[in-house]
């Protein structure tokens, strides 16, 4: 288990899986948030996702203009 920005996530030997969706907690953390690029919620989650939780350096980062998803091409 590594632990990265006080999220835990499971590791299979050098293989890291990904985190679970900060909201849902159920389904893979697969949306980038725009601007901050933060990895934390499902593509269900994230268009209801408006502001960013994480530290920003600057403030106008924390407001979520749009997101995207990401694909994990590793995964089978």
Do not use: Q
């Not at 159920?26 to 725009?34: H, R």
Request: aromatic letters at 6%.
């Amino acid at each position: 288990m590594h632990v990265v920005n006080n999220l835990k996530i499971p590791t299979i030997g050098t293989y890291t899986l990904a985190p679970k969706c900060s909201e849902c907690e159920t389904n893979e953390a697969n949306a980038i948030l725009i601007p901050c690029g933060h990895l934390l919620y499902c593509t269900r989650c994230a268009p209801s996702i408006h502001v960013c939780t994480k530290r920003h350096e600057k403030e106008s980062d924390k407001t979520v203009t749009n997101w995207a998803a990401v694909f994990n091409v590793f995964n089978n």
